[in-house]
């Protein structure tokens, strides 16, 4: 269903209209590095149950083609529900080696830790299974890996308390901690989603003390998804991806001004409560929109200006401007979103449903054997159904949208 124009502006109402000249506070990895995307390029996402069902993939994805949809990046779902690394590790060769991948994400140990009080012997087995993983990667690939903290437990979502789980996220935490060491020994990039999903729940329940961004606990819904990427897309995208648009004065006195902008993509519009108010509070849309909307170059004074089909906005002062959106752009939000999510139901359930019934049967042999015939095989027609989808999307990313303005200045 597409979102209403009331609910996306309560969301977005900023989303062409800060920068001023400056940055989001996003900060890149600690020597201020981020990723470079070249054309071409494919991301894969190695996981568990929380990658399978995509929800921050999905944000993930949105956010890098709207950014950069001239790149035409490629992206690949390796999650499988209930995996711990051990799993992951006989799935590498078919599920991410022989994807040619140029970025892997690496997000395992929530069932690693078994849903118990912590245990030295499972958190030995989840290093030297991530260890290998990464050793292997590294030596056969050329990628650039990505290591994730396991995600926030939320013990309030326990229908019994979650006796044998109390404690569990401190437990996630230190799993969190030996995945930052090991990323620091194979100079890997890391990002933590704990603390993230922790404060984001925190600052929910100062307004509601039964929201939740994990309804049962381990599995983020789509408004925690969100919060994942968010927290992905600050450490690892160079927020200066965005490209400033200028309001031009042009009379004889520089008192008014017309034109337009030329635009591809748009962050996405979410049609749920939960997910605009973490968009929100996230300030999404200032960071991770492709567009700014600078003003603050205008001379001080009154001016009222005109976006496209929105309704005219009179401003005070240029650098503290707040635009409504055109209906067009967020019609385009509300079309790209709308593709995404409907790709990664697909890739949930004629993919990864799929992959995960290898799970289980037979030997570790045969499974591995398993795993590479059936994506050169059994998912062809899954595939083609996806590819479309792609198709979609990167058409509706190359279709640029034409936004006149025209600004004036009130008399005094």
């Known amino acids: 269903m597409k979102p209403t124009r009331r609910r996306f502006f309560l969301t977005s109402t900023l989303t062409l209209c800060l920068l001023w000249g400056s940055t989001p506070s996003a900060t890149a990895q600690a020597d201020g590095t981020f990723l470079e995307f070249s054309t071409g390029d494919r991301i894969v996402f190695l996981g568990d149950s929380i990658t ?75 290093q030297r299974d991530m ?78 003390e039964n929201a939740t961004l994990i309804p049962d606990a381990i599995h983020p819904g789509e408004a925690g998804g969100l919060v994942m990427a968010h927290a992905m897309l600050t450490r690892l995208v160079d927020p200066g991806l965005q490209q400033p648009l200028k309001l031009q004065a042009s009379g004889k006195s520089a008192s008014s001004g017309q034109g337009e902008f030329r635009l591809h993509a748009l962050s996405p519009a979410w049609d749920t409560g939960t997910c605009s108010e973490i968009a929100a509070d996230l300030k999404w849309a200032e960071c991770w929109n ?16 005109w976006l496209g089909d929105a309704e005219p906005v009179v401003i005070e002062e240029p650098q503290d401007a707040n635009f409504i959106l055109p209906a067009s752009l967020i019609e385009r939000a509300g079309r790209i979103q709308a593709l995404v999510d409907r ?44 590819h479309a989808l792609d198709k979609q999307i990167a058409a509706l990313l190359e279709q640029p949208l034409v936004i006149p303005y025209r600004i004036e200045r009130l008399d005094d």
């Not at 992951?88 to 690496?106: F, N, W, Y």
Request: net charge neutral; hydrophobic share 35%; glycine share 6%.
């Open 52 to 126: 399978h069902g995509g929800h921050y993939v999905a944000s993930f994805e949105n956010a890098l083609w709207c950014l950069m949809p001239e790149k035409g990046l490629t992206f690949f779902n390796a999650g499988v529900s209930g995996d711990v690394a051990a799993n992951a590790l006989e799935r590498l060769d078919a599920e991410v080696i022989a994807q040619k991948p140029d970025v892997v994400t690496i997000l395992l140990g929530m069932n690693d830790a078994g849903y118990r009080a912590f245990d030295e012997e499972l958190l030995a087995n989840y």
């Open 131 to 208: 260890t290998a993983i990464v050793k292997r990667l590294s030596e056969e690939t050329e990628s650039e890996l990505v290591l994730l903290s396991p995600t926030y437990f939320d013990q309030r979502q326990e229908a019994n308390g979650g006796a044998d789980e109390r404690g569990y996220n401190d437990t996630l935490i230190r799993y969190g901690d030996a995945c930052r060491t090991l990323a620091q020994e194979f100079n890997c990039r890391f990002v933590d989603l704990n603390k993230p999903l922790m404060q984001a729940t925190e600052r929910l329940r100062a307004q509601d």
């Open 290 to 305: 492709p567009y700014s909307l600078q003003t603050s170059f205008l001379p001080r004074g009154r001016w009222k200006v």
């Open 343 to 386: 790709r990664r139901r697909t890739v949930w359930t004629d993919i990864r449903d799929e992959v995960w019934q290898v799970k289980g049967s037979g030997t570790p042999t045969s499974r591995k054997e398993r795993y590479a015939k059936i994506h050169t095989q059994t998912l062809k027609l899954a595939w083609v159904k996806i």
